[in-house]
């Protein structure tokens, strides 16, 4: 598996090494003494997956709040997605920014979304389902958002996003500028190699 760090703190990119012959291909995804070498030592809890039937399909940028704050490892099973990360820690030198990842079932490559940062995506084809572990369960009274058109965070979302796709809930997410302080850099404490 190579890992890649990307400009976000935390943010990594991994990408297997697939074995492949006339049959297809053998790729080993996952191997927690790596990622803990890599990302920290994380406990995954829950496993989601979802299925975006249209390509433009937006769905985000979600997040849970503390103590429930997630961090997420997302993985396309099909189709392909334009999968975005955002930094919410108030006290971060990257508040507000974001950085966008081509995440598709061909090139197999993940993206681990720390706690602490929202997290969205668009599909780039139809019929996309995208799988993602996560460190903390599902809270209803946790669950919030960020708009995905704020124009202060100015996500440039691919060409073919179709508005018409987006959920209620994503259709009344607040700005960046109304939420309140919600994480800090202080709250994920895990470093690599910690055990």
Known sequence: MRYIRRSLPGVIEMHPFKKG???GYFAEMWREDQFTEHAGARHFVQENQSLSARAGTVRGVHFQANPFAQGK????LTGAIFDVAVD?????????????????????NQL????????G?????????????????????HDQGVAWDDPTLNIQWPE????????????????????????????????????
Do not use: N
Not at 121 to 141: G, Q, R
């Open 88 to 108: 919410l820690r108030h006290d971060s030198p990257h508040f507000g920014q974001w950085i966008g990842v081509e995440l598709s079932a061909d090139a197999a």
């Open 21 to 23: 012959d006339d049959r």
């Open 160 to 195: 073919l996003l179709d508005r018409k796709t987006l959920s209620a809930k994503d259709r009344v997410q607040p700005a960046l500028a109304h939420l309140p302080p919600l994480f800090s850099v202080h709250d994920d404490m895990e470093e690599p190699g910690d055990a």
């Open 121 to 141: 995506f668009c599909t780039l084809l139809p019929d996309t389902a995208v799988c993602y572990k996560i460190t903390a369960y599902y809270s209803p009274e």
């Open 112 to 119: 681990w979304v720390p706690p602490g940062f929202g997290h």
């Open 73 to 76: 490892l997302v993985r396309v």
